[in-house]
């Protein structure tokens, strides 16, 4: 069952599963592993990944994503890890780069968010990360994949059409864009 989206009628092809290890644009070990849902406040993988967004320059937030301020972090974490979707952090050493989740709409919809931490930039980490995510969710049973990106953001637009994401609708400053992936 969909929602009202427009959705590509082709499935794309197998994404790469976590976990997965590659060294990035910089030379850095990335470790990309799925989020398992025994950890939570206090637990020392939560912490990173509420540092990750503690440290997280607020001009690259989008949409009200991450919240600001650590409280509502920790708890816009806990709420995002508690749903039925599914997660993937990109880890250098004990420190997380990034994260990227899907966030259920149904059984079969998900919503893509990823962000990337500002030091990790720029070196092919939201690729693999996201290519992660995408394999994980297949493996999980998703069907499909939407998200919405605003339209100046050409480097986000360009990796989500690289993964196989295609332009479902275009309003004025945003654009959503959908993924079959089963």
Do not use: C
């Not at 995002?80 to 994260?99: M, R």
């Not at 998200?147 to 275009?170: C, H, I, M, Q, S």
């Amino acid at each position: 069952m969909t929602d009202e989206r427009a959705y590509p009628d082709e499935v794309v092809e197998e994404f790469p599963r976590p976990p997965r290890e590659f060294e990035d644009g910089d030379g850095r070990t990335i470790d990309v592993r799925a989020w398992e849902g025994e950890h939570g406040p206090g637990d020392d993988a939560f912490e990173a990944v509420v540092e990750m967004y503690v440290e997280f320059d607020p001009a690259d937030r989008a949409q009200g994503v991450p919240p600001v301020g650590e409280d509502r972090i920790r708890e816009w974490l806990a709420n995002l890890f508690e749903q039925d979707g599914y997660d993937v952090l990109a880890w250098h050493g004990d420190e997380v780069a990034g994260h990227a989740t899907l966030v259920p709409d149904n059984e079969t919809t998900y919503e893509l968010a990823i962000f990337v931490h500002q030091d990790f930039q720029g070196a092919g980490i939201g690729t693999k990360l996201i290519e992660a995510l995408l394999g994980h969710g297949q493996q999980q049973g998703a069907e499909y994949v939407w998200l919405t990106v605003e339209r100046w953001n050409r480097p986000a637009v360009a990796l989500y059409e690289k993964v196989g994401f295609e332009t479902a609708a275009a309003e004025s400053f945003e654009m959503e864009m959908a993924i079959r992936l089963n």
